[in-house]
């Protein structure tokens, strides 16, 4: 995966571009307790009849969130099998043996429950599953339970036997349709929503929960620098954004609210609004290092932004490109902020607000926390950036430093 070079000012500002729809994404489902009648209408829309639930141990263990969508399945007759195996980071074991099982189990359709790691998984399984039969399309019905916005893109990140993150991406792996039912979100892990007793469960969800509110505000700022992602789409991520700070707050507060959880849910969707996009990438530099750390260091993907993401919107307000400034400025008026009088001090007062944030939920962590060794930055720099003489190489290995 590389990162658009920052350092190089683009030849042109111009308004130009092109906006589309994903090939396969047939509809949206949203609000509570939608699951129930969202599924019979997809299977039908689809022309699908068996399902694979594909989701992840602890979710499957000590929610009830995936026996009720297996009860929807059951009820249309449409329930195939379960596969609970898929891991953080969907390493590729997990991946094989639930191919195996989707097609014991003569299913022609997944439903992912979960975060980014099921989605992600499917989206893996069904291309490998494409490449067996000749190219014939089989599609996923994503039910999200976090903020992570997997659903919405063309592709999929997963872990090699090697333990390095390996991406595939087309058209036909975005979902086909998505259910945000924020009902089903309440039995989400707190680190996964934002992310054994009863209680040390219920705080591990909630981490989990909002740290991955934390993924979706990196979506959002960072398609404020990515290239080729249309106006639009950049004013509906600053809206976001804003929903974001002002409601992952409340959502801790009052983690029983489903209000609250919808609107999360929905401004997920609106950080990464489904865009046609040839090839799939990271957005940007704190993608891009969240990539590198996941995987080798098993740190969570919404716990990589809680790491990266101030710090790079900081180090953008240095080597940003005008136009890469002027858009991370603009967040301060939809955060009702005064602007400090120029635009890298503005981009610097965003960095600082998403700190604080962070330390606000609760999220704050460090490298150290998570074991990972000083003597690795320049190769996590190196594989980030993709060679040592990037321009940008020894700024990442300071960002990398500040992270202890």
């Not at 089989?138 to 893109?153: D, G, H, K, N, R």
């Not at 720099?381 to 300071?398: D, I, S, W, Y």
Request: proline share 6%; net charge negative; charged share 20%.
């Amino acid at each position: 995966m590389s990162i658009v070079d920052y350092s190089v000012e683009y030849p042109s500002t111009e308004l130009q571009g092109f906006y589309g729809w994903t090939d396969t994404l047939r509809g949206i489902q949203y609000g509570p307790g939608s699951v129930s009648t969202a599924l019979p209408k997809f299977f039908k829309l689809l022309g699908v009849s068996k399902a694979l639930v594909l989701t992840g141990k602890s979710l499957y263990e000590k929610t009830d969130v995936v026996k009720k969508v297996e009860g929807c399945l059951q009820a249309i007759d449409g329930y195939g099998a379960t596969f609970h195996q898929i891991a953080q980071h969907s390493p590729i074991a997990g991946i094989r043996e639930a191919s195996k099982v989707f097609t014991d189990a003569g299913c022609d359709v997944i439903v992912s429950v979960g975060g980014g790691s099921p989605v992600d998984a499917a989206k893996a399984i069904l291309y490998y599953l494409q490449q067996e039969r000749g190219g014939e399309t089989m599609p996923q019905i994503a039910i999200p339970t976090t903020l992570s916005a997997a659903e919405y893109s063309i592709g999929a990140g997963y872990t090699d036997d090697s333990g390095k993150k390996v991406a595939v991406s087309s058209q036909k792996l975005a979902p086909a349709a998505i259910i945000l039912d924020a009902e089903l979100t309440l039995a989400t892990p707190e680190n996964l929503w934002y992310h054994i007793s009863s209680i040390a469960l219920q705080h591990r969800l909630m981490i989990y929960r909002l740290s991955t509110g934390i993924r979706a505000l990196d979506h959002c700022v960072e398609n404020l620098y990515r290239p080729l992602i249309p106006p639009p789409l950049k004013v509906m991520g600053l809206s976001a954004l804003a929903d974001l700070f002002k409601y992952l707050p409340e959502s801790k507060a009052d983690p029983t609210s489903v209000e609250i959880r919808q609107k999360l849910q929905i401004a997920s969707w609106m950080s990464l609004w489904p865009l046609k996009l040839e090839k799939y990438s990271a957005l940007g530099l704190s993608h891009s290092l969240g990539h590198k750390l996941g995987a080798a260091y098993s740190i969570p993907h919404g716990i990589t932004s809680c790491l990266t993401l101030a710090p790079v919107v900081e180090l953008m307000a240095e080597i940003g490109t005008e136009q890469d400034k002027e858009y991370l400025a603009k967040a301060l008026f939809y955060l009702h902020k005064p602007s400090t009088g120029t635009v890298e001090g503005d981009v610097l007062e965003l960095s600082a607000s998403i700190k604080q944030l962070v330390a606000d939920l609760g999220l704050s962590t460090t490298l150290t926390d998570y074991n990972v060794p000083r003597d690795d930055i320049p190769t996590i720099a190196r594989n980030t950036l993709g060679t040592e003489t990037h321009p940008v190489f020894p700024k990442v290995v300071k960002l990398l430093e500040g992270l202890y």
